[in-house]
């Protein structure tokens, strides 16, 4: 309130005192100055959204560290011949933002399995584990079946709200999973990976959860993304790739039987023309499947044999039909496969997924109001890549620095601590006559490790619309759902049933 009265009654008299000071510098007239002035008259005209979040959207950058979208903003606008280093991404452009801690109840640095659940449920829970309690380690079953926590999604399905999530990777994978699963093992995807103990106990696999989950409603409304191959027996063979077979060892085919559970209205697609074939309208619940294991990376999609769409794509089409609901919508987005690409220490692919996050970012800013919709861009967790040396203003983000190393070689401005990119380096190798920007380029890494590593820094939450001003300063990742609960007044709606 008080921030609110200086912005609107002392504006005046602040901006005038303001322009007679910056006047007086000799730097007054100088461009950045300048802009920075014209920044600094936006932030005091921001007031607090006070409003009531009909729908949340919550936007997951897997691995998305902040050297990430650092190096992404860059590469970006590079992209487009703009200048890199003063560009914006969309989401860069928010009014909020704050760091998140990510340690986990049983880890320092965290798998994408407890995070999400930290995001959508409000608590640090432990590694390896999805929508349970902390009492649950990893593997214990029995522990699982007494101990389930509860997510916003199924929250927003109790009190008559549509629900969804969008993945890039399988929707089986930790992030999409935290939505709608319990269990004690994120490897648990389809019933053929479910340990002895855990089939003798019951426990169910992550993909038969998500057909089945009902949680406090009618099940989701929209999930789009990969894992084909975890929702169809091993004796069926795969859509797309043919030769290749399904996962699962009980003889089902859950997407027909998804199908036959919500009846008229219900879609199941697995290519980009079933998609774009859909009338919006008649659809009330859409199941797509675009891969047998995580969709592709978004710098080799154009390659992939059925065609899928883009995250963008999905985001749209998936707030088109969420939207329909007077009552409003929960979506998660996941652009799983930067952490896919960090992984391969392959900065370039990872760049290109963040891109393609910040579009589907710019698709949701299209399609909804910032007055009554709060909207989250995210990490889970952080990686190991750096941007480092004293390149020039300009020199491409995936290129090597000015100067050389002490070995005499050049070096690239981003490098990983750890990596596949180490293996053949006992000697640093002479990247003199390499391509540093190429798609395939692996970055160099200090220690060897065939797939890079998480890594323990903050992440960043960027946050626009209402209650976003929430997050500021350092908080602790499971206050990304306690916010999302103040927002939408989860707890004060009316039950739907
Ligand atoms: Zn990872």
Known sequence: ???????????????????IAAEDLPQANDAYFLSAQQTLQQKLMEQDNTNQAKNIILFVGDGMSIPTVTAARIFEGQKRGVDGESNSLIFGQFPNVALSKTYTNDAQIADSAPTASAMVAGVKINNGTIGVSKEVSRGDCEAQKANPI???????????MS????????????????????????????????????????????AAQMIAWNEGGDGFEVAMGGGRRMFIDKTMEDPEDSGKMGQRSDGRDLTKEWLKANGEGAAYVWNQEQLDKLDLTKTKKVLGLFDRSHMEYEADRAKDAAGEP????????????????????FLMVEAGRIDHAHHAGNAA?????????????????????????????????????????????GNPILGTSQGKADDDKPYTTLGYMNGPGALKDEVRSDLSNVDTTDI?????????????????????????GPWSHLFHGVVEQNFIYHVMAHASKIQDRMAAK
């Open 310 to 329: 883009s995250i963008a794509e999905m985001t749209g089409k998936a707030i088109d039909i969420l939207s329909k609901n007077e009552n409003g919508f």
């Open 349 to 393: 692919r990872a760049l290109e997924d963040t891109v393609a996050l910040n579009d589907a970012v710019k698709e949701a800013m299209s399609k909804v109001n910032l007055n009554d919709t709060l909207i989250i861009v995210t990490a889970d967790h952080s990686h190991t890549m750096s941007i480092s040396g004293y390149a020039e203003r």
């Open 163 to 206: 629900t969804g999530w969008v993945s890039t990777a399988r929707l089986t994978h930790a992030t999409p999973a935290a939505n709608y699963v319990h269990t004690a093992d994120r490897n648990w995807e389809s019933d053929s990976d479910l340990s002895d103990a855990a089939k003798a106990a019951g426990c169910p696999d992550i």
């Open 440 to 464: 395939d380029f692996l970055q160099q890494a200090l220690v060897p490790m065939s797939s890079e590593t998480h890594a323990g820094d903050d992440v960043a939450i960027f946050a626009a």
């Open 1 to 19: 309130m008080k921030r609110l009265l200086m912005a609107s009654a002392l504006a005046g008299a602040m901006f005038a005192n303001t322009a």
């Open 150 to 160: 509860k997510s916003i999604a199924a929250q927003a399905e109790e009190r008559g």
